[in-house]
């Protein structure tokens, strides 16, 4: 409940801190002690130190699990800050503005992240959507930008559209739009699910997907994410898609779990889809960031299978997936906004130039491809036996993985040119604070992949 | 205790070695390891206490994995020769000059401690960790140092292998869930009671892992390129001790854990090795190139000792248990002259050599040596190795023994062919400027060729070493 109430007032902050502060420079200190203050509400949601105990008329329910989760998101948003916090600045005029739409998108989060009650979702996911469009198209005078900007809101508002028409069916047969079998009817009509139910379920699946970039909805994602100003992308393909996986999971996974035989199949499909399509079509890329772009949609393939196992494996291994996936694809998109050209070519002997940074960035990318004794393999691992004890079979698995060692081909690409490739790339000056930050990140990765039991999953006792 | 030593010490000084910036400091360093870790490698071998031999620590318990290391009598074999190797490897080719050599050094060592965990560990997600954390070095090491087409055949080779080793790792969650101990401990999952329809599947998702890093034919067509482009040294680590992990998986995960399936399927995988066999040997027969020659013959020995496994008798483990030692020692030995070779003449095809046994007749003689011991002539040791293979595969089904038995004539004419022309004949304008083999190559393949006539005369500390083992997984299978 804190990082709701302080991530509001900080988006306040920032937003009028721009008219007290009329240089530049001192927003990333802002934004980086706002990450601080909404870390440290985090941990009093932890020793019981809450501004208040309202959940709105049980509209919203914080429980150990969604605590530990806005940690997680909270400690990626610091090093996002920590590793970005220039190029926000860069990108806009001073950068208040863009970091009051951030906090505002981390409230957003929250309630997605929270909600126990499908108008609260439809909240969350607007104000985590809203504040996106205007980032998108953040590099006012690129074309590109405003393109994708508007491709993203259109398509965006459609899919509003889409949602609340699943919303309201679901509205209209049953009468409630509370989450859950306890409060729903859902739970005494689990054996046979209404029509008007079943359609409004899907069309909430599909907008969930759209959000999540999950193929077939995925279409908007390279482009937006080519589109946006790098950082941007960086901010979209990490925290805000945790963000929409969170309500997915909370939708799917725990709200109408019981009703799985009839949504488990199109569930099936989008997974099977999702990591396809994001698999194959980033092999065929030429551009890192676009890469990334197609890559952060095979990584949803994987998140899906969270979703759609709901058991205890499927949430600790989300915790961990989404922690290492976030940190990981954060450094990618750190070493990508310092490289000038983002063609593959781009990168050719960055290991010469800058070995920190490359070195740094390999093991990221390691993490993404799923390399053992990175929090990227306990990610995949979890995910995957998840499924197991869901009840699917091999052969749905060894397509995952098929798929998954599709991917190293691509990352690898990435570690290729910078180590084993000659060329002088052309990179903006890296500081020694971005330097400090990568290492703080990797760190954290390999100790995911060593100890998640400490670092992250053990954390759910206290809560 | 020494058991997590052999781990440790290459673990750490690789990760040293990466800091080490003076010229020669890592080189040193790695070879001071290499030695320490051969100290212990002993050691460990001949301790039989099992505190020495065992180690085990609390690690990842909701995962059901724990750290447990622990030497049996085929770990005690491949420790021993994983030790050797290295040591093998840096003092013969200690005159070369890599770029980045502390990065060159510490990325060898890494690959070591992995080979010495995937050898060592009791533990199925242990044993996959190490199994990534041998490749992971090996891949950077030839991406970085190899050949000119290095980047895309060791691209191949990674995503071959890596693809294997996903397929084991559903595998390897199928058979964990399926054990109602919960638990990846190598003892709890023997026990596990698995039906015939699940055997066959998990055979095969671990068998392809195994199949695709021995390699066994049809698997192994990143092998030639692989061992083409990799820098020498670690064409000698990946033939001589790598291919040994596809073995060793095979013993120790397929074949007690799916008795059933490997029962079921023993045809088709010996009847894929005995063709692959052939197949590699009269390819061997065409090559010019020495290392895709050595490369194809090591396709043949690993799919004797592959078929030989898969007969399950007495005779073909106790061969396949002394070949593991014997091939890795005989494989880098040929290796050393070819580098030394190389090194000295800046090529490697044989239609450019000959005439060489004037100029450097030690490295004629020992050239001779490792080939006589390649193609398991009597009183060298890979004879009483292969001889005990082609047994067991007798008593499993005499044809297969038969047909099997080609690749020796075949063997035994490539190796000779390739004598022929590398050392005798005319020497060329190229071969005149030959020049003997460097003390420290000739100290490792003297001690190589003491290997090579010991072992072959007393195989014994071998076969004591390993007999237990062999029992033990016949007790099992049976």
Known sequence: ?463 | MLALLLFLIPLVTGCIAFLLKQGNAAKIWSLLSSLATLGVSVAAAMDKSATARSFHASWLQGLGASFTLSIDGMGAILVLLTGVSLVLVLVSTYRNTYKNPSVYYGLLLLSQAGLMGVFLAMDGLLFYFFWELALIPVYFLSSGWGGERRIQVTFKFFIYTFVGSLIMLVGLLYLYALNPQASFALESLYKVKLNADQQDILFWMFFVAFAIKMPIWPFHTWQPDTYEQSPTSVTMILSGVMVKMGLLGVIRWVVPIFPEAVHHFENVVIGLSVVGMVYASLVALRQDDLKRMVAYSSIAHIGLMCAAIFSVNQEGLQGVMVQLFNHGINIIGLWIVIDAIEQKLGTRKMSELGGMAANAPVLAILLVVMSLANVALPLTNAFIGEFLMFNGLYHFNVWYMAFAGLSIILGAVYTLRMVQKVIYGKENSLTAAMTDLTINQKLMLAGITILIIVFGVYPDPLFKMTQDTVHAIIAQHI
């Open chain 1, 1 to 463: 409940m804190n990082v709701l109430i302080l991530s509001t007032i900080w988006g306040i902050v920032m937003m009028f801190s721009g008219l007290v502060f009329k240089k530049g420079g001192y927003a990333t200190y802002l934004a980086i002690a706002g990450a601080l203050v909404l870390l440290l509400g985090s941990i009093g949601d932890v020793s019981n130190v809450v501004i208040t105990h309202s959940t709105f008329g049980g509209m919203l329910s914080f429980d150990g699990f969604t605590e530990l989760f806005l940690s997680v998101i909270l400690v990626a948003t610091l090093f996002y800050f920590l590793l970005s916090g220039r190029e926000i600045e860069a990108v806009g005029n001073g950068g208040f503005d863009y970091y009051a739409l951030i906090f505002f998108v981390i409230t957003g989060i929250t309630l997605s992240a929270s909600y126990n009650n499908l108008l609260m979702l439809f909240l969350g996911i607007e104000i985590l959507s809203i504040p996106l469009y205007i980032l998108t198209g953040s590099d006012k005078k690129n074309l590109k930008s405003n393109e994708a900007s508007l491709k993203y809101f259109l398509m965006g508002s459609f899919i509003t559209g889409v949602m609340l028409l699943g919303i309201t069916l679901i509205y209209g047969d049953t009468g409630s739009f509370n989450l859950g079998p306890a409060a729903s009817p859902f739970g005494m009509m689990a054996a046979s699910l209404p029509v008007l139910s079943k359609v409004g379920l899907l069309l909430l699946m599909f907008a969930m997907a759209f959000k999540v970039s999950a193929a077939p909805f995925h279409f908007w994602t390279p482009d937006v994410y080519d589109g946006a100003p790098t950082v941007f992308s960086s901010f979209m393909a990490t925290i805000v898609k945790a963000g929409g996986f969170i309500a997915f999971l909370r939708l799917f996974g725990d709200g109408y779990a019981n009703t799985q035989y009839s949504w488990g199949s199109a569930m099936l499909v989008l997974i099977v889809l999702t990591l396809l399509i994001g698999n194959l079509t980033a092999v065929f890329q030429q551009s890192a960031k676009r890469m990334m772009a197609y890559s952060s949609i095979a990584q949803a393939g994987f998140m899906l299978m969270a979703v759609y196992s709901h058991n205890t494996e499927a949430t600790d291994g989300f915790l961990v997936y989404t922690a290492s996936y976030c940190l990981a694809t954060v450094g990618v998109f750190a070493t990508l906004s310092k490289v000038k050209d983002h063609a593959y070519e781009g990168f050719n002997g960055l290991a010469k130039k800058e070995p920190l940074l490359a070195l740094t960035t390999a093991i990221c990318l390691l993490s993404l491809a799923g390399i053992p004794l990175t929090g990227g393999f306990l990610g995949k691992y979890y995910m995957l036996y998840a499924l197991i004890k869901s009840g699917q079979g091999p052969y749905m698995l060894v397509f995952a993985v098929l798929c998954a060692a599709v991917s190293v081909y691509y990352y690898f690409r990435l570690i290729q040119a910078m180590y084993f490739k000659e060329g002088n790339p052309a990179t903006a000056p890296v500081s020694t604070g971005l330097k400090v930050g990568m290492v703080g990140l990797t760190v954290l990765i390999i100790l995911l992949g060593i100890m998640p039991y400490d670092l992250l999953i053990n954390w759910k006792l206290f809560f």
